[in-house]
T-cell receptor, first 112, second 115 residues
Framework: QKEVEQDPGPLSVPEGAIVSLNCTYSNSAFQYFMWYRQYSRKGPELLMYTYSSGNKEDGRFTAQVDKSSKYISLFIRDSQPSDSATYLCAMRVGQGAQKLVFGQGTRLTINP | GAVVSQHPSWVICKSGTSVKIECRSL??????MFWYRQFPKQSLMLMATSNEGSKATYEQGVEKDKFLINHASLTLSTLTVTSAHPEDSSFYICSARSPAFTEAFFGQGTRLTVV
């Protein structure tokens, strides 16, 4: 079993829709949770960073962490064609523990 | 955010030759740099972690003699793929971290094709 599971998709939605992306994990020691956006043939770009459980909102993006269920989500409101990319969840145990464990990534397409 | 520059963006080399990939932090001092490998439609797999001035720590299954990592300064780390073979063809991505930032920043990646 992988430490972090993420549905690779592909996921295709119309412009303006609300997108929900999810990851589950098995290591209860994970404390820091990130979402990255990766455009084709580019490096990942940090979108959201969350510590422990709860919600965090930044513009059209909302990250949720449910540690009791070992489940994290990223919601994108009013989705735009420019949001089309691969979204990777990532997590690590502690501040000093630098190793990031990534999900497989979900390929998202927003159709105009 | 801070900028991490990776060079080259893509490279094609002949089987048996060596290729060097550079990773530079342009506007901050990177105490730690990470090297990842990504196969098509797959996630990033950490290859090694390097701290400035010390030997890199390789992940299990990564051949240290094949993937040479040097982190000689606070702004530069290099990955050399020695005696490259077609199975080494992949997307290689570095990231750099400073204690001043919460998270590491990624380079744009290098697509290596070995023919």
């Amino acid at each position: 079993q992988k430490e972090v599971e993420q549905d690779p998709g592909p996921l295709s939605v119309p412009e303006g829709a609300i997108v929900s992306l999810n990851c589950t994990y098995s290591n209860s020691a994970f404390q820091y949770f990130m979402w990255y956006r990766q455009y084709s043939r580019k490096g990942p770009e940090l979108l959201m960073y969350t510590y422990s459980s709860g919600n965090k909102e930044d513009g059209r993006f909302t990250a949720q962490v449910d540690k009791s269920s070992k489940y994290i989500s990223l919601f994108i409101r009013d989705s735009q064609p420019s949001d089309s990319a691969t979204y990777l969840c990532a997590m690590r145990v502690g501040q000093g523990a630098q190793k990031l464990v990534f999900g497989q990534g979900t390929r998202l397409t927003i159709n105009p | 955010g801070a900028v991490v520059s990776q060079h080259p963006s893509w490279v094609i080399c002949k089987s048996g030759t060596s290729v060097k990939i550079e990773c530079r932090s342009l506007d901050f001092q990177a105490t730690t740099m990470f090297w990842y490998r990504q196969f098509p439609k797959q996630s990033l797999m950490l290859m090694a972690t390097s701290n400035e001035g010390s030997k890199a720590t390789y992940e299990q299954g990564v051949e240290k003699d094949k993937f040479l990592i040097n982190h000689a300064s606070l702004t530069l780390s290099t990955l050399t793929v020695t005696s490259a073979h077609p199975e080494d063809s992949s997307f290689y991505i570095c990231s750099a971290r400073s204690p001043a930032f919460t998270e590491a920043f990624f380079g744009q990646g290098t697509r290596l094709t070995v023919v």
